[in-house]
């Protein structure tokens, strides 16, 4: 493959991922089943400030990315579009989506939603155009402190959920079958997903994954 071919396809799998990220999301939220740690956060903001879920997803992502900078990172493309991608993806999701009431529409989606998340983590964490803010917090934490990735995974998840619960943020069946299901998903979409070797080195700036890591938004 042509190094521009390849390229275009890593921005393919980028924005094509991201777009599916901002769904999945939307299909947690309108099954009321639970959503992802980060979404729980998101949700509480949401009803204590009035603003849509969406539109504090992306505040969230620029906080945190902000947080890049004691830390010595560098963003690469998928991280500051993975900033705005997302939180308007939700929300444009969320506007097309027709109401859930019963049980048997909720489990549905709720079920596709950690389905698609899985999908689209590894659509655009194979595309290595860098991680997102949150994801890059948690490496970023695990090189300096010397600590785990999977302890700094734990304590920030585990603050974000709790955060976000007390704000009014939704926790149930959904948060649990994702934290259980997600790294099995998103390992196997990352195979599926994973991109042959350019021809050529590219100069588009990414982050490497760090071994052993399953970086979400």
């Keep these: 493959m042509s190094t521009s071919g390849h390229i275009g396809r890593r921005l393919v799998q980028l924005y094509v991922g991201l777009t599916l990220y901002g769904v999945s ?29 969406g539109e504090v997803s992306i505040a ?18 998928g991280t500051v579009s993975n900033v705005f991608l997302i939180g308007l993806a939700l929300d444009g999701t ?21 389905l698609l998340n899985g999908a689209a983590t590894g659509l655009y964490i194979a595309a ?23 302890l700094m995974r734990t304590i920030i998840e585990v603050t974000v959920v709790a955060t976000g619960f007390v704000l009014g943020g939704t926790i149930g069946v959904g948060t649990v079958l994702y934290a259980l299901s997600i790294g099995p998903l998103a390992q196997f979409f990352l195979r599926v997903f994973a991109l042959p070797p350019a021809s050529s080195s590219s100069r588009i700036v990414a982050e490497r994954t760090p071994r052993g890591a399953i970086l979400r938004r």
């Design 60 to 77: 969230v992502g620029a906080a945190v990315l902000l947080l890049w900078i004691p830390l010595r990172l560098r963003p690469g493309l």
């Design 128 to 150: 290595r155009f860098g991680p997102g803010p949150r994801d890059g917090l948690m490496t970023g934490l695990h090189q300096r402190t010397g600590r785990s990735i999977r």
């Design 25 to 53: 999301s939307a299909l947690l939220v309108a099954s009321g089943l639970g959503l992802e740690p980060w979404g729980v956060l998101h949700q509480g903001l949401a009803r204590r400030t009035g603003l849509s879920i």
């Design 94 to 114: 969320l506007a097309l989506l027709p109401p859930a009431h019963s049980l048997l529409a909720r489990v549905p989606l709720m079920l596709a939603g950690v």
